[in-house]
């Protein structure tokens, strides 16, 4: 019995060597003066058909399956992966520049860093989890050329003007609708401390069910905007837009 349990034993752990193997013999030590096409066409996965646009402009991608037998996390394939494309970009006279997490990376020409020899960015879809673990799912590879690359930083910094655009222009609204709390309070003004119920100026009476008790003085100065994400969406002034 002890004999025939230790066999049993053996054949699992043989069998999911296997199983396990092609995550570890990834892009099958691609010569690193190979093109960027063909250092895609060496990564495990499989390609993903082009229909419409890719996200971000990417022109090629790549689908690799995560269930019990195989990982796409850091340690079991971002790792390896990003080793893999420093080699290549090394041997094409490149540097690398990738993200801390391995889900990005770009290899840039050392003699002329303005130009792209070829990028990547990683997208992760989850279709199963056990706890706080992906148990199945895939990561889909975008791979990006010079052109591709260039759109993408372009909608990028795009995207971050226009987020500081209206961060700034939230951070206006959210002062201009605190001056007008503190400077004219209301009956049935919303505020941060609950509704305005009378007002004896500098003392203002909020209700809000969660005090003890429900009502209760407070200093004008004490007001702010109710909390909320974005200000510029509506007033706090009853009666206006």
Sequence with gaps: MKYTARVHQTVFLAFLSVATLPLYAHADDTPPTTTFDQFIDSAPGSEVRHQGDFPNDAYRAKRVNKNLWTFIDRQGYYITFRKKLDAWCEGNGGVYRGSSDDL????????????????????????????????????????????????????????????????????????????????????????????????????????????????????????????KKFYCSASVLPGTN
């Excluded at 960015?121 to 148990?135: K, L």
């Excluded at 007008?180 to 919303?190: L, S, V």
């Excluded at 500098?202 to 003085?217: E, G």
């Design 104 to 227: 990005k990376g770009v290899c840039l020409d050392k003699q002329s860093p303005a130009n792209v020899l070829g990028a990547y960015q990683v997208e992760i879809t989850e279709s199963a989890s056990y706890g706080d673990q992906m148990t199945a799912g895939y990561a889909t590879f975008y791979y990006y050329n010079q052109d591709g690359y260039a759109k993408r930083k372009s909608e990028e910094v795009l995207a971050e003007q226009t987020k500081r655009e209206i961060d700034h222009n939230n951070q206006q609204c959210y002062q201009d609708q605190l001056r007008a709390i503190q400077k004219d309070p209301q009956r049935g003004m919303d505020t941060n401390l609950g509704m305005v119920i009378d007002v004896k100026l500098p003392l203002v009476l909020i209700q809000n069910t969660a005090y003890s008790p429900a009502t209760q003085w407070v200093r004008v100065a004490q007001l702010a905007p109710p909390p």
